[in-house]
């Protein structure tokens, strides 16, 4: 068995559908699954820069895929035809907080009806056993409190970003009341996780991409909110959670669909300027500098997830503390200058390394 199976081969040989395959996480989910043997198929935009993980893993030469945006519904549900997947992860999104004050229409077009055109290609492809829609940590209501957020809390947002994470949420559970509730059909769920990191990611306005930036170049590292909390998790811990979920899904059927929380454990609880610190630790050069302005646009300073669930209904936990969170992350970008021409094996075994963990 393969040293980064933790599913005793349960996707070897499966069809599997991604969309967002060029992103981040979805490039990530694409490596492990190609690894494990699945038969993967991507539908995304193309990558954003020539440093993203899909471009420097090469992995639109190991998988099939599809160039495609979201919101097209016939050319998404035709590749589903086309593909005829058993497990369709639905990852494609607008992700960033601050990107939604700037575009606000396309962000709510890409997360709302992209996930309404992502649940009617499921919905007309028979083949489909199992659909995830992965969201994120913010969808829900948040009202800072110091306790985590569980499955059944309110979702809301006050900032475009969010508020439509809600509403992909509450469109997934709509889904699942009105077309996937009876015996026979596809068996969905949601998945929410906290601030994903590792490397790889090399989007504009996240903390740990501009700390890169900015040590790699004559500028400071600017800081906005260094005193905001957020649940920071590297990118396997959730990938490793979508996986055993889709597994679950498979095997157990209905009585796992709903709302599934990833995230670290209730008693790793860091703020941006401790990212940073810790960060420093691996790049020492880095400087740093705080945003005086007082003209920021609003960004939640406490967000923290309950994520007893999934520890208790799946047997998922996440296993890696703050400090080696943070050192996976920073080695995942050295390992990008340390292995220019084959990244795609760097990757691989870095989650040999997390799953040896297990």
């Known amino acids: 068995m393969k040293k980064t199976d933790l599913f005793d081969n349960f996707f070897r040989g499966k069809k599997i559908l991604i969309t967002g395959h060029t992103g981040f996480k979805g490039s990530w989910l694409s490596i492990w699954l190609n690894d494990l043997g699945a038969k993967v198929y991507g539908y995304a935009l193309e ?5 993203d993980n899909f471009v420097t893993a ?4 190991k998988i099939y895929h599809r160039i495609g945006d979201i919101r097209d519904k016939d050319s998404l549900s035709g590749f589903f035809e086309e593909v005829k997947p058993d ?3 639905h990852l494609a999104a607008q992700p960033l907080v601050l990107y939604s004050y700037n575009e606000p229409h396309y962000n709510f077009e890409t997360n709302v009806m992209g996930t309404v055109n992502f649940f009617e290609a ?12 992965v969201t994120t940590d913010k969808c829900y209501q948040n009202k800072e409190w110091l306790i985590g ?3 059944n809390d309110a979702m809301g947002g006050d ?4 508020a439509s994470k809600g509403c992909s949420e509450l469109i997934t559970h709509a889904y699942q009341c ?8 596809t068996t969905i769920a949601s998945a929410r996780a906290g601030n994903v990191i590792g490397g790889g990611d090399w989007a504009e306005n996240r903390i740990i991409p501009d700390a890169i930036r900015a040590n790699q170049s004559e500028f400071a590292l600017v800081l906005r909110n260094p005193d905001s909390i957020r649940p920071w998790q590297f990118v396997l811990e959730p990938l490793y959670g979508y996986l055993l979920l889709a597994k679950k899904l498979w095997v157990e059927g209905k009585s796992f669909s709903g709302g599934w929380n990833f995230g670290p454990s209730s008693t790793e609880i860091h703020t941006v300027a401790q990212v940073i610190n810790e960060v420093k630790k691996l790049l020492p050069s880095l400087r740093i500098q705080i945003d005086p302005s007082d003209q920021k646009l609003h960004e939640a300073a406490l967000l923290k997830l309950d994520v007893t669930k999934a520890m208790t209904e799946l047997l998922w936990l ?3 503390d703050f400090e080696q969170t943070i050192y996976y992350t920073i080695k995942g970008y050295l390992d990008e200058q340390k292995y220019p021409t084959n990244l795609y094996e760097a990757r691989v075994k870095q989650i040999e390394t997390y799953c040896s963990i297990h």
């Open 87 to 89: 497990i369709a992860l």
């Open 178 to 185: 009105s077309f996937f509730s009876a015996e026979g059909s």
């Open 58 to 61: 090469q992995l639109a030469s």
């Open 122 to 133: 499921v919905r007309r492809c028979s083949s489909v056993k199992v659909a995830i829609n």
């Open 318 to 320: 996440p296993k890696l």
């Open 159 to 162: 900032d475009p970003y969010s």
């Open 149 to 151: 957020y569980h499955e």
């Open 47 to 51: 990558p954003a820069t020539s440093k």
